[in-house]
């Protein structure tokens, strides 16, 4: 099995900076695509910021120039820096990763896993 686990959240002025984090563990085979989503209440889930599957950041549009995602060579943790916060960037954050497991000794199909959520709160 598979856990994520996020940190970082909090309670920022707007014009602040905040810094996600999201590690996988578990017996994982590969990561193929990991990032961040987040919800708003009454808003449906968007994109923030992730890896795809070539490995080219993508972000939305309401985000760049001012988010800016990273991780190291192993994929394993991400981070989600967020600067210039806005009241609109308030939400529940969400780690996705698209990843397969090692099951028995074997490599597993691909599973989508999400991590709990961690709460931005951007005052204005």
């Known amino acids: 099995q598979v856990q994520l686990v996020e940190s970082g959240g909090g309670l920022v002025q707007a014009g602040g900076s905040l810094r996600l984090s999201c590690a996988a563990s578990?017996?994982?085979?590969?990561?193929?695509?990991m990032g961040w989503y987040r919800q708003a209440p009454g808003k449906q889930r968007e994109l923030v910021a992730g890896?795809?599957?070539?490995?080219?950041?993508v972000y939305a549009d309401s985000v760049k120039g001012r988010f800016t995602i990273s991780r190291d060579s192993s994929k394993n943790p991400v981070y989600l820096q967020m600067n210039s916060l806005k009241p609109e960037d308030t939400a529940v954050y969400y780690c996705?990763?698209?990843?397969?497991?090692?099951?028995?000794?074997?490599?597993?199909?691909?599973?989508?896993?999400w991590g709990q959520g961690t709460q931005v709160t951007v005052s204005s």
């Open positions: 996705n990763v698209d990843l397969r497991e090692v099951v028995a000794g074997i490599p597993s199909d691909e599973k989508t896993y």
């Open positions: 890896f795809s599957r070539s490995g080219r950041p």
């Open positions: 578990g017996s994982i085979f590969s990561i193929n695509a």
